[in-house]
């Protein structure tokens, strides 16, 4: 279970440190905005992927067509003070990507 705290740990790193304001702002208007944002966070979990012995390619494709399909949903939704409940869906869908390519070999 000690990997799965390293792919969380990627999550983070990826989905959050390395994702600027700007990016954040702007992945729903630009597609590249929102490329670019996936294939870091899919590069964070495929380190981390790595360096546990877990790489695989079908883990790649995975983690970066799920993180776009999700961001994408929620980049275009609403952004008002009640609507703050949309990061629960998004950050959920995500740790079961991880769980995913953390069991499945």
Known sequence: MEGLVWLVFAHFVGDYALQSEWMANNKARYWVVMLSHCIIWTAMISVALQFLGLFALWKVIFLIIG???????????????????QIY?????????????????
């Open 67 to 85: 993180h776009g399909v999700m961001d994408e949903w929620k980049a275009h939704q609403p952004k008002r003070p009640d609507t703050w409940w």
């Open 89 to 105: 869906p998004d950050q959920a869908w995500h740790l079961c990507q991880l769980l995913v390519v953390f069991f499945l070999r």
